[in-house]
């Protein structure tokens, strides 16, 4: 059964960074059908994809974030992150890593998300 | 790309179906018949209900049912049940460099 995990810090300094890791378990994250993605989830609100990236390194970004994301795949450790540069109080929210089919696009294994908080 | 619009709330009682829309563009929504639906508990993550706007993946129950008219989309949750209670969001492909876009959300109670 394929599982993905989410690490990282949970607070972030407005002007910062936020890294994330994903680790993928369960099967292998090489393979041509995939991509792995990021969405993310502000307090209250509704889902908003931030981007994927399939095996092959290419990387597709939702063009509102495009300026600030960085996604990035290590097939040696089953594992693929995301990068948010300056961050501000709007980048709060629980963060998914997901799983998704290239041809029928779809998500169709989650991780449990994690909460990235931005503050001072 | 904007959201996709969903009502924010449907209800019905146990037994009752509800259907709830999720309106796009030509762009996405009208182009593709890559529409998916999810399915939110509180607090935890989304699992995919309906993929290819009418297709079901293994062990999701026959009560839920997708269909698609131009830049239309509409989940049906028939026979409902307690646990059926949650947000449920709308998922377009939106082009080459727009493998997502989603819906607005729409908070299902069952009365």
């Known amino acids: 059964q394929m599982q993905l995990q989410e690490s990282g810090p949970g607070l972030v300094k407005p002007s910062e960074t936020l890294s994330l890791t994903c680790t993928v378990s369960?099967?292998?994250?090489?393979?041509?059908?995939?991509?792995w993605g990021w969405i993310r989830q502000p307090p209250g609100k509704g889902l908003e994809w931030i981007g994927s990236v399939y095996d092959t390194g290419n990387t597709y970004y939702n063009p509102s974030l495009k300026s600030r994301v960085t996604i990035s795949v290590d097939s040696s450790k089953n594992q693929f992150s995301l990068k948010v540069t300056s961050v501000i109080a709007a980048d709060t929210a629980v963060y998914y890593c997901?799983?998704?089919?290239?041809?029928?696009?779809?998500?169709?294994?989650w991780g449990q998300g994690t909460l990235v908080t931005v503050s001072s | 790309q904007s959201a996709l619009t969903q009502p924010p709330s449907a209800s019905g009682s146990p037994g009752q179906s509800v259907t709830i829309s999720c309106t796009g563009t030509s762009s996405d929504v009208g182009a593709y018949n890559y529409v998916s639906w999810y399915q939110q508990h509180p607090g935890k993550a989304p699992k995919l209900m309906i993929f290819?706007?009418?297709k079901r993946p293994s062990g999701v129950p026959d009560r839920f049912s997708g269909s698609k008219s131009g830049n239309t989309a509409s989940l049906t949750v028939s026979g409902l049940q307690t646990e059926d209670e949650a947000d449920y969001y709308c998922s377009s492909y939106g082009g080459s460099n727009t493998l997502y876009v989603f819906g607005t959300g729409t908070k299902v109670t069952v009365l």
């Open positions: 369960g099967g292998s994250i090489r393979g041509s059908i995939y991509s």
């Open positions: 290819e706007v009418s």
């Open positions: 997901a799983r998704g089919l290239i041809a029928t696009p779809r998500l169709d294994y």
